[in-house]
């Protein structure tokens, strides 16, 4: 059974930074890409970037560029987003998701998604 | 990057009714398109990729066509589970990009 399970949920100030983690299982870690999408309330959904976890390479798009880090711990299973300077903008509910294609050099579609991760930005 | 466009917003609907949500691109996307289906609090599920293929587990009710810059995701016959909002996500340009969405509501 694929799983994504990630870290709970976080409440930060503006300015601050957040980390959430999403720990993969049922499947080799490091032969699929994982995207992170995320859902600001009651809007649509939102490609952030997607990082490989089988050589570390990351794509980002360009309103996250330099504001978001994706890393990866093998040993873990695990992948982490990083995003800093937090604005109430960043409100939102925060996926990340699993792209089926072994060993794939660019982001594609995703079959497996995680529960979600709420983060509230909040003097 | 390139815009997808989904119609209608929303739409209301009956049990057994058939089903039809447009997308439509900025240019050109070849086979490199998905639909997802989310339900209010959960994440997305993934149900068509490549245009037209069925994802594993997924009822054969639902039906995805098209090509160029125009594509379609149908309900042959809608049950009371697939009131839901449906999501189309190109993956041919980069960055990849969702449509806004279509709720499916019940009449």
């Known amino acids: ?123 | 990057a390139i815009q997808l466009t989904q119609s209608p917003s929303s739409l209301s609907a009956s049990v057994g009714d058939r089903v039809t949500i447009t997308c439509r691109a900025s240019q050109g996307i070849g086979s490199g398109l998905a639909w997802y289906q989310q339900k209010p609090g959960n994440a997305p599920k993934l149900l068509i990729y490549d245009v037209s293929s069925l994802q594993s587990g997924v009822p054969s009710s639902f039906s995805g066509s098209g090509s160029g810059t125009e594509f379609t995701l149908t309900i042959s016959s809608l049950q009371p589970e697939d009131f839901a909002t449906y999501y189309c996500q190109q993956f041919s340009g980069y960055p990849p990009t969702f449509g806004g969405g279509t709720k499916v509501e019940i009449k």
């Open chain 1, 1 to 123: 059974q694929f799983q994504l399970v990630q870290s709970g949920a976080e409440v930060k100030k503006p300015g601050a930074s957040v980390k959430v983690s999403c720990r993969a299982s049922g499947y080799t870690f490091n032969r699929h890409g994982i995207t992170w999408v995320r859902q600001a309330p009651g809007q649509g959904l939102e490609w952030m970037g997607w990082i490989s976890p089988y050589n570390g390479y990351t794509k980002y798009v360009e309103r996250f560029q330099g504001r978001a880090t994706m890393t990866t711990d093998t040993s873990t299973s695990t992948v982490y987003m990083e995003l800093r300077s937090l604005t109430s903008e960043d409100t939102a509910v925060y996926y990340c998701a699993r792209e089926p294609i072994a060993a794939a050099a660019k982001p594609y579609y995703m079959d497996v998604w995680g529960k979600g991760t709420t983060v509230t930005v909040s003097s």
